[in-house]
């Protein structure tokens, strides 16, 4: 079986809510995203969802590809790696690798005939999960509702988004464990406030909360390389501390991880892909820290999931993606469970993809449309005050 060429389609879909954070408390309905088809001369198609932005990447990065067998998958992750060595695989060149990767596993897992979960050499086809409205533009009666169609599903842990009003946080959160213990079980609350704090600031605020609530973590509460304001706030509360979300590869992990900035690791597509987020979870078991898989169209991250030994437990978004494709999973009593068809169980509805293509982007469906907010790691900027100073 050979590679014999690459296509991609540029989409874009409504989600069901506002999504947004400290970053971006007022959010977005809009979501861009790119359909990657892997083809071979075996008849067997490779499919993964990428960034808009790494198209030319992920077509120039194929070059290397073409007329190889694709299930040597790790050889020819590390053929793509060595490539880009100069300039590293960071931005849209690290979500071209990603993207490429997924649909390599893809059709590995195809040419055995067999679901992915199986050929990464999972037992189990069950993923527990944790709800995560990424909900900052939600009013308390849309987050109540939010989290009580998760509890309904069983799913009795939560992330909320938190950083710019800890008296509205404190009562959100109080929202979140009211409607997620609906499930019958006790829930488990996570707090996220992506990178907006400094340590201190994070330090202050997290036993604030930790007065009124028993969380489970406390996710990105400093910036994600450093190592010693993360390690300050991971020994000052009582809560674990859960970052990696935004880091690249393995070798932004080693910092953290050696200097025990972190206590559950987070990987996802965005570690370099399967292969490469592979790499992180093992680097982590090493030192018995427990991993958490990020969210992603169609939970499809979820196959490697099931097959870690340390996985504690994976982001379940719910924000729509079934616009434009289909996957062979289930939720049952808060556990995601896999289905048996090959590969990702990841299908593309053709006609569906034709009616969301777009040639260009609304301004707020790209990823991370208004970057960092202002005062981050300064000063706190209230709700309702601009996310951005206005021009001069």
């Not at 999504?19 to 977005?28: I, T, Y």
């Not at 989290?147 to 069983?154: D, E, N, P, V």
């Amino acid at each position: 079986m050979k590679i014999t060429g690459l296509r991609t389609k540029p989409f874009e879909i409504e989600m069901w809510r506002r999504l947004g954070d400290a970053n971006s408390p007022r959010g977005r309905k809009r979501w861009g995203g790119l359909a990657v088809f892997l083809d071979t001369d075996a008849n067997l198609t490779g499919v993964a969802l990428g960034s808009p932005g790494a198209a030319s990447s992920m077509q120039s990065l194929c070059e290397l590809l073409i007329g190889c067998d694709p299930r040597g998958v790790r050889g020819l992750w590390q053929r793509m790696v060595d490539q880009v060595f100069k300039g590293g695989n960071e931005g849209t060149v690290n979500d071209a690798i990603g993207a490429l990767d997924v649909a390599l596993w893809d059709l590995k897992a195809k040419a055995n005939n067999e679901p992915l979960w199986r050929t990464l050499g999972s037992s189990s086809r069950r993923v527990k999960l944790y709800a995560s409205g990424i909900e900052s533009p939600l009013s308390d009666d849309e987050l109540r509702e939010f989290y009580t169609s998760m509890a309904k599903q069983g799913i009795s842990a939560g992330k909320l988004k938190v950083g710019l009003d800890r008296e509205a946080d404190l009562r959100r959160i109080g929202i979140m464990r009211d409607a997620l213990a609906t499930s019958g079980k006790t829930p488990e609350l996570m707090i996220d406030s992506n990178e907006y704090w400094s340590p201190k600031q994070a330090i202050r605020t997290i036993r604030f909360f930790e007065e009124h609530f028993d969380l489970t973590w406390c996710e990105e509460p400093a910036r994600r390389w450093d190592y010693r304001g993360l390690r300050r706030v991971s020994r000052s509360v009582k809560a674990a501390v859960a970052t990696g979300e935004n880091l690249n590869a393995i070798n932004d992990y080693v910092p953290l991880i050696s200097n025990e900035a972190v206590d559950i690791v987070q990987v996802g597509v965005g570690t370099s892909g399967i292969t490469g987020a592979i790499q992180v979870a093992d680097l982590a078991y090493g030192f018995e820290l427990p991993v958490a898989m990020m969210n992603c169209p169609g939970n499809f991250m979820a196959h490697l999931a099931a097959a870690l030994p340390n996985h504690l437990a994976m982001e379940f978004v719910d924000m729509g993606w079934e616009a434009v494709l289909t996957t062979d999973q289930r939720i049952e009593d808060g556990w995601l469970v896999l289905g048996d068809s090959p590969g990702l169980g990841l299908q593309f509805d053709s006609d569906a993809l034709d009616r969301h293509a777009v040639e260009e982007f609304s301004p707020d469906a790209k990823p991370s449309p208004w970057g960092r907010r202002r005062g981050a790691g300064l000063y706190i900027v209230g709700p309702d005050e601009p996310e951005r100073l206005p021009d001069d």
